[in-house]
C-alpha cells in the first residue's frame, strides 16, 4: 500500500474568509441564463449566495455537520459547499466535453467578478474558487493516477478530498501538520461529504439535463 502524504506547507487557504463575501450577498436573485454554461455557473454562485442553495438546502448542511464541534463546523459547511460546487462542473463537463466546461467557469468568473450582487467586485472570491477547485482537480487527478488500496480494496476518493481541505485550508488544525493526529476526524469528515453527495446528485443530474435543452 503506498501511503497518502499530506502536503507539508504547501499553498493553503482561510475559508471563513472566502465565504465571507458569499454570507453578505443571501437576497441575490440568479438572472436568467442564455445558454448551458451560463445556467449551470448561475447554479453554482447561487449555491454561496442564496438562502434558498440549489444543490443542498442550510437545514441540510446543518444535519450534516450538527455532530461535529462547532470549530470543525464552521469549517466543514463551506468545504461540503465548495465540493458540491466542483462536482457541478466536474460532472457537467463529463456529460458535455470540457469545452462546456471551460465556458461555465468563464461564466461563474465573470459573475463574480462584476457588481450583479449588488456588492463590490472582490477579486478574493474568485481566487478561492480558483484555489479550491484546482487542489480538488489536482486531488482528484492523483486518485486516478495513483490509485491506493487497503487489504485489497481502493480506498474511497472522498478520503482524499477530506485530506484536502483538512491540509490545505489555513484556518484548520491540520494545516501542513507533519505527522496529524486525525482520531477519526478525517473518516468522518469524508462520510460527511459521501453524504452530502447522496442528497445533492439527484439535483445535480437534473440540472445538468436541463442544460442539453438550452443553447451551447
Same mark, same amino acid.
Given at each position: 500500500?503506498?501511503?497518502?502524504?499530506?502536503?507539508?506547507?504547501?499553498?493553503?487557504?482561510?475559508?471563513?474568509?472566502?465565504?465571507?463575501?458569499?454570507?453578505?450577498?443571501?437576497?441575490?436573485?440568479?438572472?436568467?441564463?442564455? #445558454? +448551458?454554461? $451560463? =445556467?449551470?455557473?448561475?447554479? !453554482?454562485?447561487?449555491?454561496?449566495?442564496?438562502?434558498?442553495?440549489?444543490? @443542498?438546502?442550510?437545514?441540510?448542511?446543518?444535519?450534516?455537520?450538527?455532530?461535529?464541534?462547532?470549530?470543525?463546523?464552521?469549517?466543514?459547511?463551506?468545504?461540503?459547499?465548495?465540493?458540491?460546487?466542483?462536482?457541478?462542473?466536474?460532472?457537467?463537463?463529463?456529460?458535455?466535453?470540457?469545452?462546456?466546461?471551460?465556458?461555465?467557469?468563464?461564466?461563474?468568473?465573470?459573475?463574480?467578478?462584476?457588481?450583479?450582487?449588488?456588492?463590490?467586485?472582490?477579486?478574493?472570491?474568485? #481566487? +478561492?474558487? $480558483? =484555489?479550491?477547485?484546482?487542489? !480538488?482537480?489536482?486531488?482528484?487527478?492523483?486518485?486516478?493516477?495513483?490509485? @491506493?488500496?487497503?487489504?485489497?480494496?481502493?480506498?474511497?476518493?472522498?478520503?482524499?478530498?477530506?485530506?484536502?481541505?483538512?491540509?490545505?485550508?489555513?484556518?484548520?488544525?491540520?494545516?501542513?501538520?507533519?505527522?496529524?493526529?486525525?482520531?477519526?476526524?478525517?473518516?468522518?469528515?469524508?462520510?460527511?461529504?459521501?453524504?452530502?453527495?447522496?442528497?445533492?446528485?439527484?439535483?445535480?443530474?437534473?440540472?445538468?439535463?436541463?442544460?442539453?435543452?438550452?443553447?451551447?
Amino acid at each position: 500500500m503506498r501511503r497518502f502524504v499530506l502536503p507539508l506547507n504547501a499553498e493553503a487557504y482561510q475559508m471563513p474568509l472566502f465565504q465571507n463575501w458569499f454570507r453578505g450577498n443571501s437576497q441575490t436573485v440568479p438572472e436568467k441564463a442564455t #445558454s +448551458g454554461p $451560463e =445556467f449551470l455557473a448561475e447554479l !453554482l454562485v447561487a449555491q454561496f449566495l442564496f438562502d434558498k442553495r440549489p444543490i @443542498i438546502a442550510d437545514e441540510e448542511l446543518a444535519r450534516l455537520t450538527d455532530s461535529f464541534a462547532s470549530d470543525l463546523r464552521r469549517l466543514l459547511e463551506p468545504w461540503i459547499l465548495v465540493y458540491l460546487a466542483w462536482l457541478l462542473r466536474v460532472f457537467a463537463t463529463k456529460q458535455y466535453g470540457e469545452a462546456f466546461g471551460r465556458e461555465m467557469m468563464v461564466s461563474m468568473y465573470e459573475r463574480v467578478s462584476s457588481d450583479k450582487d449588488h456588492s463590490p467586485p472582490n477579486s478574493s472570491t474568485a #481566487s +478561492g474558487i $480558483e =484555489f479550491w477547485f484546482g487542489q !480538488l482537480d489536482k486531488t482528484l487527478r492523483e486518485v486516478i493516477e495513483n490509485p @491506493i488500496t487497503i487489504k485489497g480494496e481502493p480506498v474511497p476518493p472522498s478520503r482524499f478530498f477530506a485530506l484536502c481541505f483538512l491540509s490545505r485550508d489555513s484556518a484548520s488544525p491540520y494545516c501542513n501538520d507533519r505527522n496529524p493526529n486525525f482520531q477519526g476526524i478525517d473518516l468522518r469528515v469524508a462520510r460527511t461529504l459521501d453524504d452530502a453527495l447522496n442528497i445533492a446528485k439527484p439535483r445535480i443530474d437534473g440540472f445538468i439535463g436541463k442544460a442539453a435543452d438550452m443553447p451551447r
